[in-house]
């Protein structure tokens, strides 16, 4: 008995080297490990043994088994490790990355969905420098020597002629003097303030002015067309209103308002609880303004508006602090595609 039980682990052990896969593996457990297997079979066996050797024969029995299981457990788990390291870096059940698309920011976006409306509407798009003389950032527009926009603490001054342009109106003196009537253009860029960065206000921000001048140019027809930009941008079923404001450029000049969508007019703290959010400042174009590049305000009449693109796009998209528009968080702008 004792050489036989010598013996199977001879075989077990030398068996044991040739397990190469799952199949061999299996066939191992079922030549040694199961109920028909070798070592069942001497258990069967040891019944027949003289009693006195019996317990010391089982013992020896009981550990081949374990010592048995222990090999097999031990190959099993060395296929399963070279398995895995084999393939390594060539799962193809693994899910692909995704490629990170790019997408329009949200600034350049208003900027386009805005010019749009107004391309279809028959205007054109003008450029015009972001530095800028005193002359057309100020006095063509009207501005008196003393009005508090040419503080420093408004202006960017580069010199005492040049600055970083305070609005995009300046280009419409630019087209007035470059072209004779029929005008009627927007023109959308970066201008620039001497603010405190905060969540309301940043030196550099977007505008898009307007201007059309012709013969018979009315307040009626400025209405009509900023009321249809309106409904066209924030949604035909909008109230709108037009109040009395003040810009030295427009006589007379308003603001316009639509009825606050976010809370249906109702009052909540995007609208400061009025039921009203101020989209434009606009006007009919000052005479002075007129006489500043040779245009006759007897024949001609035109309006003018500006409208803030970053303030458009926090409207429009529910943000409440215009750093999120520049500091480029991607977990921000990818919000926006
Ligand atoms: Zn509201």
């Known amino acids: 008995m004792k050489e036989r ?4 682990l001879a075989e077990i052990r030398n068996a044991a080297e040739q397990l190469k896969d799952e199949d061999t593996a299996e066939q191992f457990r079922i030549a040694y490990l199961s109920r028909k297997g070798g070592i069942a079979q ?26 048995t299981q222990a090999i097999l457990d031990t190959a099993v788990e060395n296929l399963r490790q070279s398995q895995k390291s084999s393939v390594a870096g060539l799962d193809v059940t693994l899910p692909g990355r995704a490629v990170s698309r790019g997408h329009k920011h949200i600034v350049s976006a208003t900027i386009e969905e805005i010019s749009d409306i107004f391309r279809r509407m028959g205007f054109s798009i003008a450029d015009g420098p972001e530095i800028e003389t005193d002359y057309y950032n100020f006095e063509a527009l009207n501005f008196a020597a003393d009005h508090p ?20 109106t300046p280009v419409q003196v630019r087209l007035m003097e470059q072209y004779k009537p029929p005008i009627r253009a927007i023109f959308p860029g970066k201008v620039y303030r ?36 309106a409904k066209m941008y924030y949604g035909s079923s909008l109230k709108y209103r037009f109040r009395p ?11 316009m308002d639509i009825s606050c969508y976010l809370c249906g ?10 039921g009203w ?9 000052d005479p002075n303004v007129f006489s500043f590049v040779d245009v006759d305000p007897e024949e001609y009449s035109g309006y ?8 458009t796009a926090m409207l429009r998209h529910g943000l409440d602090d215009i750093r999120l528009l520049f500091e480029n968080d991607m977990r921000v702008n990818h919000q926006f595609n």
Do not use: W
């Open 277 to 285: 959010l101020e989209i434009l400042g606009c006007g009919m174009v």
């Open 5 to 8: 039980i010598d013996a199977l």
């Open 194 to 229: 001497n603010e405190v960065i905060s969540a309301r206000s940043h030196v550099q921000f977007h505008q898009v002015d307007g201007l059309f001048v012709d013969k018979g140019v009315t307040f009626a027809d400025l209405k009509g067309t900023l009321i249809t930009f």
């Open 149 to 168: 926009a040419r503080d420093m603490q408004d202006t960017f001054f580069l010199s005492d002629s040049h600055l970083l342009r305070t609005h995009t």
């Open 245 to 255: 404001s003040y810009f030295p450029f427009t006589e007379p000049s308003a603001e």
């Open 304 to 311: 003018a508006f500006g409208i803030g693109i970053e303030r």
């Open 42 to 67: 001497l258990f069967e066996d040891l019944k027949g043994v003289p009693k006195e050797v019996k317990p010391e024969m089982g013992k020896a029995l009981n550990i081949l088994r374990q010592q």
């Open 265 to 274: 007019a109702k009052g909540c703290r995007v609208c400061k609880y009025t």
